[in-house]
C-alpha cells in the first residue's frame, strides 16, 4: 500500500489539477460547459428542463468546491429530498431519497454517468472528478430498470476534452490533521485524442478518539474521435480506502449525551476495514446524422471490503448496558465482502415527424450481471445476567479501556453468494401534441433471475421474475418561463433473501404520482422546480410473526411531500442556491421489523426520515484591494426523526451554518477558507438502533490552495 501512496503522490505533483473555474469565467472551460466528450448521457435523453415532467435537481462543481465537499454523501445533504441513512460505521454511502431507501444491509444505488456505481462495497464514494451530481426524482424503472421510487442519483464525472490543455492543482489541510492533494490534468492531442489524468490523496485523524482514515484514487479518462461522427471513451476507477469501522455513540434509556460525541466504543486493536474499487467503463456513440444517434456501453467493477470491527450488541437480553447503566457488551466481527457487476447496452435516440406530430424517442436494452459475496463471521456475549468482563467483551462507556484483555476470536455466521441476472428492454416517446402540450409515455420490460448460494452448507434457492413498468407524463409550458407538469411511474426492486420455506423473497414494488411547476428567469440564470408527490411501495421485507428469525414480504409504506428546488443567479450576480422538503413516510401495514421482529403500527414513521429538511446558501464575488473575492454562507436544518424502528427513540433536529470563501491570489492561484458547524452545533446525523447513533462533527475549517494552468 505504501508505494502505491508514493506512485499516487508523485503523479498529484507530477500532473496538477482540480478543477475551479475562474471568477471571471476564464481558465479552465469545464466549470461552465456541460459537454465534455461529446458522449451524451444515456436512457435520459436530451430535453431542456422546462420539458421535462418530472422533478430534476443538479449539485454543481462550483457548490462541491466553494463548500470543500469530499465525499458524495455530504454532497447530497445540498439537497433536502435527501435524507442520510445507517451509513454501516462509515463504511458506505446510505441514503434515502423523498422518505424511501433501499435495503438497509446494502449500500445505497447509485448511477456513474448512467452504469450502476452503487452496488458492492467499495467504501465511500469520493468526489475527485465529478463534475456535477444529478438527482432524478421520482420512479425511473421505466428506462434504468431496478430502482428505488423516491428517486436516482447519477454522477457526471470529468472526462477528456478535444483540443484543450489544462490543469490545476489543490492541497488542502484542516482540523483534525486531515491532509489532502487533487490531481486534474487534461491533454488534447489535436481534434482526435484527449487524455485526462485525476488523482486524489488522503490522511486524516477524526473528532472520534482512535478513528482516522486514508484514502486515494486515480480516475482517467481517455476519448478518441474515430471520424466526425463518432467518439469513444474510457474511464477507469481505481481507489483504495482504510478506516476505522466505527458505530458511533450510543443512549441511555433513549437519551442522547450521556458520553461526548468524541467516544469511540470500538476497539482500536481490529485495525481499519480496507475497501478497494477496480472500474472500467467504455462507451461508444455514432451520430447517424444530426436527429439519430446510437449509443452503446459496457461497465466493468469489483468492490471489496474487509476487516475487523467491535460494535454494540443490540439484543436486549445480551446487553449488560441495560442493568448497570455503563457496561457495554460487544460484539467482534470479521467481513470479507467482495462483488463484481457486468452491465452491457445499447440505446438509440432520434427525433422525427409523424403525421406533423413531433417525436423524440429513446429505445434501447441492456443486460445486467452481479455476484455479491459475503464471508461474515463474529462472537456474541452471552445471556447479560451472567457475563463477565471477558465474555461479555465488556467496554465501561464512562472510563473506556481499549485492549484491556485479549480480542475474543470470531466464529462463522454466514457465507452467502448472491447471484443476479437481468436483461430488460425499454422505450420512451415524447410527443409535442402543440407547441406547448407534450406527453412522455413509455415503458420497459425487465427479466430477472436470483440465485442465492449459502456456501457451508451447500443449499442453494433460486427465483425468476419478469415485470413491465410504465411511465406516463404531460407538460405544458404555460409561458416561455414557466412550465406545469404531472407524472406517474411505477417502480420494482429485488428482495435479496428466502423465506422459512426457502423461497426467494418476491420483488419490492412501487407507484408514484407527482406534479408542479418549474421556472425558468432571467434568461436561465435562475431556474427552480416546485412539486408534489405520493409514493406507494409494497412487498417490503418484515418479520415472519410465525417463523422467529425469518422474513416474508409482506410490508407496505408511503411517502408523501411538498419540494422547492431553486439554483442559479439572481440579478447583480448573487449566486443562490435554496432546497426545502416536506416528506411525510410512514407504515402502512401492521407488521413486525424484520431486525428484533418488534411492532410496526400502521401510521408510524420510517426511520432517519425527517418531515422537514431545508438546505440554502447564498455567494457573490467581489472585487476588493484589486483583488477577486468570493463569500459565501449557507444554513442546514433536519427536524427530528426516527432513530430506531418500531420505538419512540428520536434523534433530535439541528441546525447548522457554514461559511466559505476564497481570493485569488494570482491569475492562477487562489487561496481558499471554509467553516462547517460555526456554532459548534452537538447533532446527531442517523442511527440504526439507540446503541448505534452517527455524531456529526463539530466546528470544523480548512484553508488550501489551488493553482491552475
Given at each position: 500500500?505504501?508505494?502505491?501512496?508514493?506512485?499516487?503522490?508523485?503523479?498529484?505533483?507530477?500532473?496538477?489539477?482540480y478543477?475551479?473555474?475562474a471568477?471571471?469565467?476564464?481558465?479552465?472551460?469545464?466549470?461552465?460547459?456541460?459537454?465534455?466528450?461529446g458522449?451524451?448521457?444515456?436512457?435520459?435523453?436530451e430535453?431542456?428542463?422546462?420539458?421535462?415532467?418530472?422533478?430534476f435537481?443538479?449539485?454543481?462543481?462550483?457548490?462541491?468546491?466553494?463548500?470543500?465537499i469530499?465525499?458524495l454523501?455530504?454532497?447530497?445533504?445540498?439537497?433536502?429530498?435527501i435524507?442520510?441513512q445507517?451509513?454501516?460505521?462509515?463504511?458506505?454511502?446510505?441514503?434515502?431519497?423523498?422518505?424511501?431507501?433501499?435495503?438497509?444491509?446494502?449500500?445505497?444505488?447509485?448511477?456513474?454517468?448512467?452504469?450502476?456505481?452503487?452496488?458492492?462495497?467499495?467504501?465511500?464514494?469520493?468526489?475527485?472528478?465529478?463534475?456535477?451530481?444529478?438527482?432524478?426524482?421520482?420512479?425511473?424503472?421505466?428506462?434504468?430498470?431496478?430502482?428505488?421510487?423516491?428517486?436516482t442519483?447519477?454522477?457526471?464525472?470529468?472526462?477528456?476534452?478535444?483540443?484543450?490543455?489544462f490543469g490545476?492543482?489543490?492541497?488542502?489541510?484542516g482540523?483534525?490533521?486531515?491532509?489532502?492533494?487533487?490531481?486534474?490534468?487534461?491533454?488534447?492531442?489535436?481534434?482526435?485524442?484527449?487524455?485526462?489524468?485525476?488523482?486524489?490523496?488522503?490522511?486524516?485523524?477524526?473528532?472520534?478518539?482512535?478513528?482516522?482514515?486514508?484514502?486515494?484514487?486515480?480516475?482517467?479518462?481517455?476519448?478518441?474521435?474515430?471520424?466526425?461522427?463518432?467518439t469513444?471513451?474510457?474511464?477507469?476507477?481505481?481507489?483504495?480506502?482504510?478506516?476505522?469501522?466505527?458505530?458511533?455513540?450510543?443512549a441511555?434509556?433513549g437519551?442522547?449525551?450521556?458520553?461526548?460525541?468524541?467516544?469511540?466504543?470500538?476497539?482500536?486493536?481490529?485495525?481499519?476495514?480496507?475497501?478497494?474499487v477496480?472500474?472500467h467503463?467504455l462507451?461508444?456513440?455514432?451520430?447517424?446524422?444530426e436527429?439519430?444517434?446510437?449509443?452503446?456501453?459496457?461497465?466493468y467493477?469489483?468492490?471489496?471490503?474487509?476487516?475487523?470491527?467491535t460494535?454494540?450488541e443490540?439484543?436486549?437480553?445480551?446487553?449488560?448496558?441495560?442493568?448497570d447503566?455503563?457496561s457495554?457488551?460487544?460484539?467482534?466481527?470479521?467481513?470479507?465482502?467482495?462483488?463484481?457487476?457486468?452491465?452491457?447496452?445499447?440505446?438509440?435516440?432520434?427525433?422525427?415527424?409523424?403525421?406533423?406530430?413531433?417525436?423524440?424517442?429513446l429505445?434501447?436494452?441492456?443486460y445486467?450481471?452481479?455476484d455479491?459475496?459475503?464471508?461474515?463471521?463474529?462472537?456474541?456475549?452471552?445471556?447479560a445476567?451472567?457475563?463477565?468482563?471477558?465474555?461479555?467483551?465488556?467496554?465501561?462507556?464512562?472510563?473506556?479501556?481499549?485492549?484491556?484483555?485479549?480480542?475474543?476470536?470470531?466464529?462463522?455466521?454466514?457465507?452467502?453468494?448472491?447471484?443476479?441476472?437481468?436483461?430488460?428492454?425499454?422505450?420512451?416517446?415524447?410527443?409535442?401534441?402543440?407547441?406547448?402540450?407534450?406527453?412522455?409515455?413509455?415503458?420497459?420490460?425487465?427479466?430477472?433471475?436470483?440465485?442465492?448460494?449459502n456456501?457451508?452448507?451447500?443449499?442453494?434457492?433460486?427465483?425468476?421474475?419478469?415485470?413491465?413498468s410504465?411511465q406516463?407524463?404531460?407538460?405544458?409550458?404555460?409561458?416561455?418561463?414557466?412550465?406545469?407538469?404531472?407524472?406517474?411511474?411505477?417502480?420494482?426492486?429485488?428482495?435479496?433473501?428466502?423465506?422459512?420455506t426457502?423461497?426467494?423473497?418476491?420483488?419490492?414494488?412501487?407507484?408514484s404520482?407527482?406534479g408542479?411547476?418549474?421556472l425558468?428567469?432571467?434568461?436561465?440564470?435562475?431556474?427552480?422546480?416546485?412539486?408534489?408527490?405520493?409514493?406507494?411501495?409494497?412487498?417490503?421485507?418484515?418479520?415472519?410473526?410465525?417463523?422467529?428469525?425469518?422474513?416474508?414480504?409482506?410490508?407496505?409504506?408511503?411517502?408523501?411531500?411538498?419540494e422547492?428546488?431553486?439554483?442559479?443567479q439572481?440579478?447583480?450576480?448573487?449566486?443562490v442556491?435554496?432546497?426545502?422538503?416536506?416528506?411525510?413516510a410512514?407504515a402502512?401495514?401492521?407488521?413486525?421489523?424484520?431486525?428484533?421482529?418488534?411492532?410496526?403500527?400502521?401510521?408510524?414513521?420510517?426511520?432517519?426520515?425527517?418531515?422537514?429538511?431545508?438546505?440554502?446558501?447564498?455567494?457573490?464575488?467581489f472585487?476588493?484591494?484589486?483583488?477577486?473575492?468570493?463569500?459565501?454562507?449557507?444554513?442546514?436544518?433536519?427536524?427530528?426523526?426516527?432513530?430506531?424502528?418500531?420505538?419512540?427513540?428520536?434523534?433530535?433536529?439541528?441546525?447548522?451554518?457554514?461559511?466559505?470563501?476564497?481570493?485569488?491570489?494570482?491569475?492562477?492561484?487562489?487561496l481558499?477558507?471554509?467553516?462547517?458547524?460555526?456554532?459548534?452545533?452537538?447533532?446527531?446525523?442517523?442511527?440504526?438502533?439507540a446503541?448505534?447513533?452517527?455524531?456529526?462533527?463539530?466546528?470544523?475549517?480548512?484553508?488550501?490552495?489551488r493553482?491552475?494552468?
Amino acid at each position: 500500500m505504501r508505494t502505491s501512496l508514493v506512485a499516487v503522490m508523485a503523479m498529484l505533483l507530477a500532473a496538477p489539477a482540480y478543477a475551479q473555474a475562474a471568477p471571471d469565467g476564464q481558465g479552465d472551460p469545464q466549470a461552465s460547459d456541460v459537454v465534455v466528450s461529446g458522449i451524451r448521457p444515456a436512457y435520459l435523453g436530451e430535453f431542456s428542463e422546462l420539458e421535462t415532467p418530472r422533478a430534476f435537481a443538479t449539485i454543481d462543481q462550483r457548490t462541491l468546491e466553494d463548500n470543500v465537499i469530499l465525499r458524495l454523501t455530504d454532497a447530497l445533504d445540498f439537497n433536502a429530498s435527501i435524507a442520510r441513512q445507517n451509513n454501516f460505521g462509515g463504511l458506505w454511502d446510505s441514503f434515502a431519497v423523498r422518505g424511501f431507501a433501499g435495503d438497509e444491509n446494502l449500500p445505497s444505488g447509485y448511477l456513474v454517468n448512467g452504469f450502476n456505481g452503487g452496488r458492492g462495497f467499495g467504501g465511500p464514494r469520493d468526489v475527485a472528478g465529478v463534475e456535477r451530481i444529478e438527482i432524478l426524482k421520482g420512479p425511473n424503472a421505466a428506462l434504468f430498470g431496478r430502482g428505488e421510487p423516491g428517486g436516482t442519483v447519477n454522477i457526471v464525472t470529468k472526462r477528456a476534452r478535444f483540443d484543450r490543455t489544462f490543469g490545476t492543482a489543490s492541497g488542502l489541510y484542516g482540523s483534525f490533521d486531515r491532509a489532502r492533494g487533487d490531481a486534474d490534468v487534461n491533454v488534447g492531442i489535436g481534434k482526435a485524442v484527449a487524455v485526462r489524468l485525476i488523482g486524489f490523496y488522503e490522511s486524516a485523524d477524526s473528532f472520534r478518539e482512535t478513528v482516522n482514515s486514508e484514502r486515494y484514487g486515480f480516475l482517467p479518462s481517455f476519448s478518441v474521435r474515430l471520424g466526425d461522427a463518432t467518439t469513444l471513451t474510457y474511464d477507469l476507477e481505481l481507489t483504495r480506502s482504510a478506516t476505522d469501522f466505527d458505530r458511533g455513540v450510543l443512549a441511555i434509556n433513549g437519551v442522547l449525551g450521556t458520553i461526548p460525541r468524541s467516544r469511540f466504543l470500538g476497539e482500536p486493536g481490529d485495525g481499519p476495514l480496507r475497501a478497494t474499487v477496480n472500474g472500467h467503463q467504455l462507451q461508444l456513440q455514432h451520430d447517424l446524422n444530426e436527429k439519430w444517434s446510437v449509443l452503446l456501453g459496457a461497465s466493468y467493477r469489483e468492490t471489496s471490503l474487509e476487516g475487523f470491527s467491535t460494535e454494540a450488541e443490540l439484543t436486549r437480553s445480551r446487553q449488560r448496558l441495560f442493568i448497570d447503566g455503563r457496561s457495554l457488551s460487544r460484539q467482534r466481527r470479521f467481513r470479507d465482502y467482495d462483488a463484481e457487476h457486468f452491465v452491457v447496452r445499447g440505446e438509440v435516440s432520434g427525433d422525427f415527424t409523424l403525421g406533423g406530430v413531433r417525436n423524440r424517442i429513446l429505445a434501447g436494452g441492456d443486460y445486467d450481471s452481479f455476484d455479491n459475496g459475503q464471508l461474515f463471521l463474529r462472537f456474541r456475549p452471552p445471556a447479560a445476567a451472567g457475563q463477565t468482563l471477558v465474555s461479555g467483551n465488556i467496554i465501561d462507556i464512562r472510563n473506556p479501556v481499549y485492549g484491556q484483555f485479549p480480542l475474543p476470536a470470531v466464529g462463522p455466521q454466514t457465507d452467502r453468494l448472491d447471484t443476479q441476472r437481468a436483461y430488460g428492454f425499454y422505450v420512451q416517446d415524447q410527443i409535442s401534441l402543440t407547441d406547448t402540450l407534450q406527453i412522455r409515455l413509455g415503458g420497459r420490460y425487465d427479466d430477472f433471475s436470483l440465485r442465492t448460494l449459502n456456501r457451508a452448507n451447500g443449499i442453494a434457492q433460486s427465483r425468476a421474475a419478469s415485470r413491465l413498468s410504465p411511465q406516463a407524463g404531460i407538460v405544458w409550458r404555460a409561458t416561455p418561463w414557466l412550465s406545469l407538469f404531472v407524472a406517474y411511474g411505477e417502480g420494482f426492486r429485488s428482495n435479496i433473501g428466502a423465506d422459512v420455506t426457502g423461497r426467494v423473497f418476491d420483488p419490492e414494488t412501487s407507484k408514484s404520482i407527482e406534479g408542479g411547476a418549474k421556472l425558468s428567469l432571467f434568461d436561465g440564470a435562475l431556474n427552480g422546480t416546485f412539486s408534489v408527490f405520493s409514493l406507494r411501495r409494497d412487498n417490503v421485507l418484515v418479520a415472519d410473526p410465525a417463523n422467529p428469525g425469518f422474513s416474508v414480504p409482506l410490508g407496505r409504506a408511503g411517502s408523501d411531500g411538498v419540494e422547492l428546488d431553486i439554483n442559479g443567479q439572481l440579478p447583480g450576480k448573487v449566486d443562490v442556491l435554496l432546497s426545502y422538503a416536506y416528506v411525510d413516510a410512514r407504515a402502512q401495514a401492521d407488521v413486525l421489523d424484520p431486525n428484533f421482529a418488534l411492532p410496526i403500527r400502521v401510521g408510524d414513521p420510517l426511520i432517519n426520515i425527517p418531515r422537514h429538511s431545508l438546505n440554502a446558501q447564498i455567494s457573490k464575488d467581489f472585487r476588493i484591494a484589486a483583488r477577486t473575492w468570493r463569500l459565501g454562507a449557507g444554513v442546514q436544518h433536519v427536524s427530528d426523526r426516527l432513530g430506531e424502528t418500531a420505538t419512540t427513540f428520536t434523534l433530535p433536529a439541528y441546525t447548522l451554518v457554514r461559511l466559505f470563501g476564497n481570493v485569488q491570489l494570482t491569475e492562477n492561484v487562489a487561496l481558499t477558507g471554509e467553516v462547517k458547524n460555526l456554532f459548534d452545533v452537538t447533532y446527531y446525523t442517523n442511527s440504526f438502533a439507540a446503541l448505534w447513533v452517527a455524531p456529526g462533527a463539530p466546528r470544523t475549517g480548512s484553508v488550501g490552495v489551488r493553482v491552475r494552468f
